[in-house]
């Protein structure tokens, strides 16, 4: 709907009969739904609620906020919508888009022993500069954040329990091929 401006989502009855559209065309396509960038408990559950109605099995992303306090974008708890997904039965909870600090400073809201979890993180110095209806080439890529960095983030996140790893805007192919690498060296990866 609108990643990072949970304020401009539809109302949820709306959200539902969107993503349901969605979900019927791809169904018959895919092996999973991956619902991403989901910056409200609202968008989080009537993607997830929509997905499920496949019977296949439904990842969900959600993005936080920039900072160090555990957020959704829309300012609610990641713990809230944690426990949400868990109680709708999500088969893993991830996070995206967001900084690895704040991924990394966030990680104990998503511990748990009931899924699957995971991260990939964005390389942007911030995504502010993003308005609804807008693109990326807005914003501006970290230069501190090569593959060796990234891969210190994600060894962290694998570290506390993270089984799904991998990178988001801004993150690629050099990133994911240290990744590769520096998790087969620490025993994450065969």
């Known amino acids: 709907m609108a990643s990072y401006h949970a304020e401009v989502a539809p109302a949820y009855d709306e959200m539902i009969?969107?993503?349901?559209?969605?979900?019927?065309?791809?169904?018959?396509?895919?092996?999973?739904?991956?619902?991403?960038?989901?910056?409200?408990?609202?968008?989080?559950?009537?993607?997830l609620l929509a997905a499920?109605?496949?019977?296949?099995?439904?990842?969900?992303?959600?993005t936080i906020q920039d900072n160090d306090e555990a957020q959704l974008r829309s300012g609610e708890p990641l713990s809230q919508a944690v426990a949400m997904l868990h109680e709708l039965g999500?088969?893993?909870?991830?996070?995206?888009?967001?900084?690895?600090?704040a991924i990394l400073a966030a990680w104990p809201q998503m511990q748990?022993?009931?899924?699957?979890?995971?991260?990939?993180?964005?390389?942007?110095?911030?995504?502010?500069?993003l308005k609804p209806g807008g693109t990326v080439k807005s914003m501006e890529s970290r230069s501190d954040l090569n593959p060796q960095a990234y891969a210190e983030f994600a060894l962290q996140w694998?570290?506390?329990?993270?089984?799904?790893?991998?990178?988001?805007?801004?993150?690629?192919?050099?990133?994911?091929?240290?990744?590769?690498?520096?998790?087969?060296?620490?025993?994450?990866?065969?």
Request: hydrophobic share 45%; net charge negative; with cysteine.
């Open 17 to 47: 009969a969107s993503y349901s559209k969605i979900v019927a065309v791809q169904a018959p396509h895919v092996d999973v739904f991956l619902c991403e960038t989901m910056p409200s408990i609202a968008e989080a559950k009537a993607a």
């Open 112 to 129: 748990s022993d009931q899924g699957l979890t995971g991260a990939y993180a964005n390389g942007f110095t911030s995504v502010d500069s």
């Open 52 to 62: 499920k109605e496949s019977g296949l099995p439904v990842w969900v992303s959600l």
């Open 158 to 190: 694998a570290k506390h329990g993270a089984g799904l790893i991998g990178g988001c805007c801004e993150v690629g192919p050099a990133h994911i091929a240290q990744l590769a690498k520096r998790f087969t060296q620490a025993g994450y990866a065969v």
């Open 90 to 101: 999500a088969d893993a909870i991830l996070l995206n888009c967001s900084k690895p600090e």
